[in-house]
């Protein structure tokens, strides 16, 4: 087993946003706080080693929520460029893993990072999470990855050493990934709320 206080935490916050519409989705109020601010708040608790976030021009402040923030101007390079930037940023003595999260997935749970952390066995692992159909982050990745990650190009990320490797299954309901407004909306109506519109 990794453990988390030998991982570094990557929140992956950069991003146009192209399918969203006019706003920036992570800045968008869902349960009383912004989208983006989901899974910190989730993962307060887990004893990182370090928290990294890679972002654009969102406006939230992960620095004061113990964040070291890496700046991305570049987000249509694609995923694999944050990526990249977020594993250089994280490396370090002692960091022996990696964990990958999506700003964008406010459901996540600090159990289900638990569950992949139990299920890593050294540094080759790769251990991602699944709604028992689709691998998808969060994802841990050990130390002898590093290197796989920050040659990685294009928008598909770690898509394939994912697809390759261990999936922890969860309620689909934690790893909803909002991209778009409609994906906002029906979110939102889970839980009775109506979301307001900016005016084109």
């Known amino acids: 087993m ?4 030998t991982t570094a935490l990557i929140l992956l916050a950069a991003g146009k946003s192209a399918r969203f519409g006019l706003s920036d989705k992570l800045t968008e109020t869902f349960l009383g706080q912004p989208l983006g601010m989901h899974v910190v708040t989730a993962l307060d608790a887990v004893p990182f080693a370090r928290r990294v976030v890679v972002r654009d021009g969102v ?3 992960y620095a004061a929520r113990g964040y070291h923030e890496v700046h991305n101007s570049r987000p249509e390079q694609g995923l694999s460029l944050s990526l990249k930037m977020g594993v250089e940023a994280a490396r370090g003595p002692g960091i ?3 964990l990958i999260a999506l ?3 406010p459901r996540v749970t600090a159990a289900q990072i638990h569950r992949l952390f139990e299920a890593a066995t050294g540094p080759d692992s790769v251990v991602a999470s699944s709604d028992g159909v689709h691998p998808k982050p969060p994802a841990l990745f050990g130390a002898n990855r590093f290197d796989a990650l920050e ?3 294009g928008d598909a990320g770690a898509r394939d050493l994912i697809l390759a ?3 922890v299954v969860t309620h689909p309901d934690e790893l909803i990934d909002v991209d778009t407004e409609e994906e906002l909306d ?3 109506a889970k839980f009775g709320q109506v979301r307001g519109r900016l005016e084109s």
């Not at 990794?2 to 206080?5: A, N, S, T």
């Open 151 to 153: 040659t990685l190009e």
């Open 186 to 188: 029906k979110l939102m």
């Open 2 to 5: 990794i453990e988390p206080e």
């Open 59 to 61: 406006q939230l402040d």
């Open 165 to 167: 490797g261990r999936h």
């Open 103 to 105: 700003a964008d997935m």
């Open 96 to 98: 022996e893993a990696v």
